[in-house]
């Protein structure tokens, strides 16, 4: 660690009152296989935090410390850590590139404040790299590009900035420019200093060296960065007057201005090199710390009063302050369940939190009492004397927490937006070997779910068996491992199939009056609604007519209850999606009415609503790319029409043919086995989920569904 780092960390530790400017909140993220944990181990070592490069090939990454990912060699769960670079620290996340797994990608971009985007040189933009790009913009989360395994044959750095132009129509400036290919591949010329620099094998360790710019790239160096120059004199007016004088900007101006591109969303740097023999990681590293933001840099982030009323359509809003003594708002990103402490993931927005500190969960109107607070290495656990403002640590001792809640202090409650969830696409039975382990097995999957937000658990009361859900065939397994592996339970799991849901196509409406006694008193309740449908995309909802006069009291147990009869749709059984509940009205208040009485009304009158209103069935549809040689497209095109694919086109690369287009996920199930026979091999393909499609009712039958 340099010297300046250390003074950087002890004054911040000296004195909590001050915030750290030198901090960087960064995540990398990529399509799978395109060498995130590889470029997060080589950053492990040239920082000096690990003595030692951990290879994911080998299962001796730092950062994929799980068993389930050594043994299979990818990333499953983010792992964070924080790293000194010069005069910042980065509180680095490692996150999957896998599809099942890409909610840990949805969680972690809400609560950084850079990214690094890799490719794969080879590849260039993938499936996976375009969703994840997706959720990097939805959080509006300014990044730079590492286009990783040049080093490999077909690797094109240029392509693919073209396709970052062209596909994602963003604007993708070239910073870098790489020397040689395949093995010669070493040297990287940094096109705003205007300066080569080689990395030599034997130079593992230390600091890249200068070299002269090779004269027979001098040309195209030379028009790369004049194209760089005048890009960024377009918005700024220092650059652009010396650019007219025909002036030579200064490197100090030159990263100046890109920084101000890139906090603006305007510019896009990209990098090249090759994380596995050790090409551009240093300078990787210099970018983060030049042109990422710190914490401050960010807008300042807006909370609701927790007294605000949900239902406000413009509820009261608040800046929250990041001063490091002020009041005490962070968000939960991430939940980690541990057989000696459970740990809640946060960033702190705005206050310090230090080990004895209460803090309130608005959600549950709860307090808890912080035990430790963490500075994660993967596993690894450094006990702090407290975080502050636009720090990600890890905490212990607060219970009762779920993905998404606000922790603030009691009397300053502010409530920051909750994380949004994908649905499950694949359902699984599971159940003991043995009647004794049943209620091991219920804690263990009500601490996996805990854990994670995209997987659900919801027990059959007819067999007594538990149905578990999730975003993939591979997720589901690892589940199943860590049941066995993590909490030594045998389990006896049935064959995956489809996460059905039921909506709303047509309206209905119902009404119900509940009148009976419960302990020899009278409770009663009366509830009149509309069943209808929403828009795509939507989650089931409860709406209040204004002519409904009942009390205001009463309203979250009816909504709970109504919310908890959707969970289970009226033909099949499946959870009832985008569907509209308007209550109508309540009929005359009596004074015998309850709160069990209107719970029950609602739960009935919705039932006679559904019977009345038109209820069809969804199925998960996956967008795929599947990429082979030509020779073996036809067969693969022929499969797919048998499995009723919608092909929207296919792409030619030289021999390379790529198909891209959206199919049903129940067609898919060991698709990968089918296509490595048709392709010996020699095919890739990806799926993301791409929303709910209704089944035609002339396949109920074949799938063994009946209409009821």
């Known amino acids: 660690m340099s010297s300046s780092a250390h003074s950087s960390r002890r004054n911040s530790d000296r004195n909590p009152g001050v915030r750290n400017p030198g901090i960087r909140n960064l995540g990398i993220v990529a399509h799978i296989d395109a060498g995130k944990t590889t470029i997060s181990e080589r950053i492990l070592f040239y920082s000096g935090v690990e003595r030692r490069m951990g290879e994911v090939h080998e299962g001796t990454a730092v950062m994929d410390w799980m068993e389930e990912e050594r043994t299979r060699g990818i990333t499953i769960s983010a792992a964070a850590t924080t790293v000194p670079w010069k005069d910042v620290s980065i509180n680095l996340i490692d996150t999957p590139g896998h599809v099942d797994f890409t909610i840990e990608v949805e969680r972690c971009m809400r609560v950084l404040d850079g990214a690094i985007l890799v490719l794969d040189g080879t590849a260039g933009l ?72 080689e990395f030599r094998a034997e130079d593992r ?44 900007p200064s490197v100090t101006s030159l990263r100046r201005a890109l920084r101000d591109r890139v906090l603006a969303g305007t510019l896009v740097p990209v990098l090249c090199g090759a994380a596995l023999r050790n090409v551009g990681i240093q300078l990787l590293m210099d970018a983060v710390r030049l042109y990422l933001p710190a914490p401050e840099d960010a807008p300042p982030l807006l909370a609701r009063r927790v007294d605000s009323p949900n239902s406000s359509e413009s509820p009261e809003l608040l800046p929250v302050s990041r001063a490091a003594d002020a009041p005490v708002v962070a ?9 000696n402490e459970d ?26 009492r912080v035990a430790r607070v963490l500075r994660m290495h993967a596993d690894e656990r450094k006990p702090l004397e407290f975080a502050t403002s636009g720090d990600v640590v890890a905490i212990s001792g607060v219970g ?38 049943r209620d091991d097995l219920r804690v263990a999957l009500d ?185 073996f497209m036809g067969g693969i095109l022929a499969e797919l029409n048998s499995k009723r694919a919608d092909i929207r086109e296919v792409l030619s690369d030289g021999n390379m043919r790529t198909v891209v287009g959206r199919v049903p996920l129940a067609s898919m199930f060991g698709y990968s086995t089918v296509l490595r026979s048709l392709s010996q091999g020699r095919a890739s393909f990806g799926l993301l989920p791409d929303g709910f499609r209704a089944v035609p009712e002339a396949e109920m039958e074949s799938r063994g569904l009946v209409w009821v």
């Open 331 to 339: 968000l939960v990103f991430k939940l980690q369940a541990d057989r």
């Open 447 to 631: 601490r996996l779910a805990l854990e994670d937000p995209s997987f659900s658990v919801r027990e059959e009361s007819e067999t007594g068996q538990w149905l578990i859900s999730g975003m993939g065939e591979l997720h589901l397994e690892i589940i199943q491992h860590r049941i066995e592996r993590d909490f030594r339970i045998p389990i006896r799991v049935g064959q995956p199939r489809v996460a059905y849901r039921e909506a709303v196509s047509a309206p209905g409406t119902g009404e119900l009056e509940v009148e009976r006694k419960l302990g020899g008193a009278p409770y009663t309740g009366r509830i009149r609604l509309e069943l209808s449908g929403a828009e795509e995309g939507q989650s089931s909802t409860v709406e209040w007519s204004p002519e409904c006069q009942l009390p205001e009291a009463f309203r979250p147990a009816i909504e709970e209850a109504l919310l908890d009869a959707a969970s289970s749709g009226p033909r099949f059984g499946f959870p009832l999606v985008r569907a509209r509940i308007r209550i109508l009205g309540s009929g005359k208040a009596r004074s015998s009415d309850t709160e069990l009485g209107y719970a029950q009304a609602a739960a009935g009158a919705l039932r006679l609503a559904a019977e009345q209103a038109t209820i069809e069935l969804l199925e998960p549809v996956m967008a795929f790319d599947i990429s082979a040689p030509a020779e």
């Open 400 to 437: 009762g927490i779920a993905t998404g809640d606000t922790l603030c202090e009691k009397g300053t409650e502010l409530l920051l937006e909750r994380l949004e969830f994908p649905d499950a696409v694949l359902a699984q039975v599971v159940e003991p070997l043995t009647g004794a382990d």
């Open 126 to 197: 993938q499936a996976q790299s375009e969703t994840v790009w997706r959720q990097i913009k939805r959080h509006s989360v300014p990044y730079l590009v590492f286009v990783n395994q040049h080093d490999r044959a077909g690797s094109d750095y240029l392509r693919c900035i073209d396709e970052l132009k062209s596909q994602l129509e963003e604007p993708a400036l070239a910073i870098q420019y790489p020397l040689g290919e395949e093995r010669e591949f070493r040297a990287v010329v940094d096109l705003i200093e205007h300066r080569a620099y």
């Open 205 to 248: 360790g230390s600091s890249p060296r200068e070299i002269p710019i090779p004269a027979d790239v001098a040309d195209e160096v030379a028009v790369l960065r004049a194209e760089l120059v005048e890009t960024l004199a377009e918005e700024d007016e220092e650059l652009l007057g010396i650019v007219g004088e025909d002036g030579e």
């Open 343 to 368: 740990l809640v993931f946060v960033r702190i927005y705005g206050g310090t939190i230090r080990p004895g500190q209460d803090l309130y969960n608005p959600r549950t109107q709860k307090t808890g």
